[in-house]
């Protein structure tokens, strides 16, 4: 069954530094990939997806993530880090029995410091 | 425009008690899926509808649990009984097709037993 792997709970960068978020996938077949963001009290949105077209992909507010077959990962990165990227991060995986079904991690809690 | 809305935002219930949380998705989307989130975990799924019906109910906990979409708009999950493990964020959203991967989130519903 697929899974999906978020290496720490919680990541603290300072503002400026890089940020990096690790998600590691298991499935059997080619995985559609996800990262959401959720900011307190507020419903998911979605930062970008992987479908099978580029493994870079760029999406909004200057984050990026690539997807690596070989290392099954898709992790999660931005240059510079901005105060107000600090949220809870999700990376979510395709299921392998339903198209429509998305398997979530467990989430990284991203910390800014001033 | 109007995004996913839920109602109640915050319900607290006495444990016996029966709850009904409302979904609105976005107008003209075909796919309505529910998740459950607790305490420091990511989302999990419950439930997905095309249209009125119901195509995935895998992840519903128990029978207390049951959803309905009876005119292929509005979606309501009620809880039978509820039980202190049903405390969680009860998350909707929506995407505009079936193969529609970009799901819209509602800012969820927190559900408290007591």
């Known amino acids: 069954a697929q899974s999906v792997t978020q290496l720490g709970s919680h990541v603290s960068v300072s503002e400026g530094a890089l940020v990096l978020l690790r998600c590691n996938y298991s499935?059997?077949?080619?995985?559609?990939l996800f990262w959401y963001v959720q900011y307190p009290n507020q419903g998911l949105q979605l930062l970008l997806k992987?479908?099978?077209?580029?493994?870079l992909v760029k999406g909004i507010n200057g984050f990026e993530a690539e997807f690596k077959k070989s290392e099954t990962s898709f992790h999660l990165t931005k240059p510079s880090a901005h105060m107000s990227d600090a949220a809870e991060y999700f990376c979510?995986?395709?299921?392998?029995?339903?198209?429509?079904?998305?398997?979530f991690g467990s989430g990284t809690r991203l910390s800014i410091r001033p | 425009g109007a995004g996913v809305s839920q109602s109640p935002r915050y319900k607290v219930a006495k444990r016996g008690q029966d709850v009904a949380l409302r979904c609105d998705p976005i107008?003209?989307?075909?796919?309505l899926f529910w998740y459950q989130q607790a305490l420091g975990q990511g989302p999990e799924f419950l439930t997905y509808?095309?249209?009125?019906?119901?195509?995935?109910k895998s992840g519903l906990p128990s029978d207390r649990f049951f959803a309905e979409r009876p005119e292929g708009s509005v979606s309501t999950l009620k809880i039978q009984r509820t039980q202190q493990e049903d405390s969680a964020v009860y998350l909707c959203?929506?995407?505009?097709?079936?193969?529609?991967?970009?799901?819209?989130f509602g800012p969820g519903t927190r559900l408290t037993v007591t």
């Open positions: 959203a929506s995407s505009l097709t079936w193969s529609s991967y970009e799901q819209y």
């Open positions: 499935s059997s077949v080619p995985p559609y």
């Open positions: 992987y479908t099978s077209a580029a493994t």
């Open positions: 979510a995986v395709t299921s392998d029995s339903s198209a429509s079904k998305i398997i």
């Open positions: 107008s003209g989307h075909v796919s």
């Open positions: 509808f095309q249209n009125e019906a119901q195509l995935d």
